[in-house]
């Protein structure tokens, strides 16, 4: 087996902090910190840079390229290399250490940008590197590549369904909107009454992996199929951080947007309690030492 067999197959885990107070509800989290760079990114950019080599666009000391938070970098990196590629990615400065780390050890070279910027503006500088020397790079374009939400549409879906076959509302967020619209699509198609919500974080100081919307100057991904969306529910990096918490003393150690899908969770067992529920549980909790959201645990 190669690095790129280990990808998928995540286990679902019953999640038992809705059960006192939703004794009703099932509530289901799919580990996706179980993939080989330890979040859900792996299942698209493995996607990505596998469908660029089947079409010769990746090849002959190309460089890949693309913008990231962090954990589809790690995926960038590790799976770059594997394919013995050179990788550089635009992260914003306010990427976890842990995460750089990660992508440091796979070799990849790094150019960060102003956090107050957000993601836009990592997103805004690789097309200006890519468009300065096109020859080049193989520019990945995770927010425009139909191989992202594709990969979740032919597998995180098609697991889900399996794994919880009467599941009522599906809880995710929107970063490249990928898996939003991948995942979505797919259970749609299956049955058209799964309601299907979407976190809206708050912009300042935001959630990692989570991409503001709603403001005119606001980049739209272009794959994400907003017309999936049934819901959405504004979570803050409190109420993140707070399920995170919660959710650490059962068992489970998970980063700070799994934490927020969770609060989501919340507001819709108040309306509904006796609903089944899935959700992504996209990374672990070590990628977010360096930052605030365990510093209330020490």
């Known amino acids: 087996m190669g690095i790129f067999d280990l990808i998928g197959n995540t286990e679902m885990v019953s999640l038992s902090i809705f059960s006192r107070d939703y004794s009703r509800a099932r509530v289901y989290g799919k580990a996706e910190f179980m993939n080989p760079g330890g979040s859900l990114k792996d299942r698209p950019i493995a996607r990505i840079l596998s469908e660029a080599v089947k079409r010769g666009e990746l090849g002959n000391g190309k460089i890949i390229l693309d913008s990231t938070s962090g954990n589809a970098g790690i995926a960038y990196a590790m799976f770059g290399k594997a394919l013995g590629c050179e990788v550089e990615l635009v992260i914003p400065g306010n990427a976890s250490k ?47 590549n139909d191989d992202n939400w594709l990969a979740h549409y032919e597998t995180t879906a098609v697991e889900i369904l399996r794994q919880v076959p009467d599941l009522s509302h599906f809880v995710g967020g929107i970063g490249t909107g990928g898996s939003m619209t991948g995942i979505a699509r797919r259970l749609k198609e299956k049955e058209r009454n799964i309601s299907v919500v979407s976190v809206k974080p708050e912009r300042f100081p935001g959630i990692e992996g989570l991409k503001p919307m709603g403001e005119p100057d606001d980049i739209v991904p272009d794959i994400l199929d907003e017309t999936v ?21 059962t068992g489970l150690f998970v980063g700070q ?29 070590e990628r977010y030492l360096s930052t605030g959201l365990w510093q209330e645990m020490e």
């Open 98 to 144: 842990e995460r750089l780390m990660r992508i440091y050890a796979h070799g990849a070279r790094v150019h960060i940008t102003d956090p107050l910027e957000g993601y836009d503006e990592a997103l805004r500088t690789v097309h200006r590197l890519y468009e300065n020397n096109p020859e080049k790079y193989y520019l990945a374009d995770q927010y425009g």
């Open 257 to 285: 947007s799994s934490g927020a899908y969770l609060a989501a969770v919340e507001e819709i067992l108040v309306d509904e309690p006796k609903a089944c529920v899935v959700t992504l549980l996209n990374d672990t909790g």
């Open 229 to 249: 969306i049934d819901r959405m529910i504004e979570v803050t990096s409190h109420e993140a951080r707070d399920f995170c918490h919660r959710l650490a003393l």
